[in-house]
Structure formats: structure tokens, C-alpha cells
């Protein structure tokens, strides 16, 4: 699984956790830096290029240990505002 999109992870309180690489699917993110702590309720923003950002919601995070530690977040996409 090759980590290909750009993400910022949104907390809850704010704080904005830098670009991390990730995968996604239809409704599933997976990021193998493990060293976030990510949890329900915080904010992915994928970035794309040429176009808006896409916001998705953390349903579920959860950690996976040992050799390819990784996260695999359940997320529901947030509608996008237009400007």
C-alpha cells in the first residue's frame, strides 16, 4: 500500500498536526506514521492538487501494532464550503 496523498490532521482543541502521507478508500484513511495521536472527532483535510481541499471526519481510529504499525481511520467526508 503506497502512502500517496498529502493530509493535515485537525485535533479537536485545535492543534494542527503537519502534512503526514496516507492512503485512502471509499470511506477508510490508512497513515503509517504512527508518532500522531489520532482520535475520534478530529479532522483530516486531504489536499489536492488544483483543487479544494477535501475535510473528513474521524468516525473510528484505530491502531494497529507491530511490524507495518499503521492507523486505519473510519471517516465520514464533510461538505465542502464554496467561496
Known amino acids: 500500500m503506497i502512502n500517496r496523498d498529502r493530509v493535515v490532521v485537525l ?13 485512502f478508500t471509499d470511506d477508510l484513511i490508512v497513515i503509517r506514521n504512527i508518532s500522531p495521536q489520532i482520535a475520534p472527532g478530529d479532522t483530516v483535510v486531504r489536499k489536492v492538487e488544483g483543487g479544494p481541499d477535501e475535510l473528513y471526519v474521524v468516525i473510528e481510529a484505530v491502531y494497529f501494532a507491530g511490524t507495518g504499525a499503521h492507523y486505519q481511520l473510519r471517516v465520514a467526508r464533510k461538505p465542502t464550503a464554496s467561496v
Do not use: N
Request: no cysteine; proline share 0%; hydrophobic share 30%.
Open 11 to 23: 485535533k479537536a482543541d485545535g492543534t494542527e498536526l503537519g502534512e503526514i502521507r496516507a492512503t
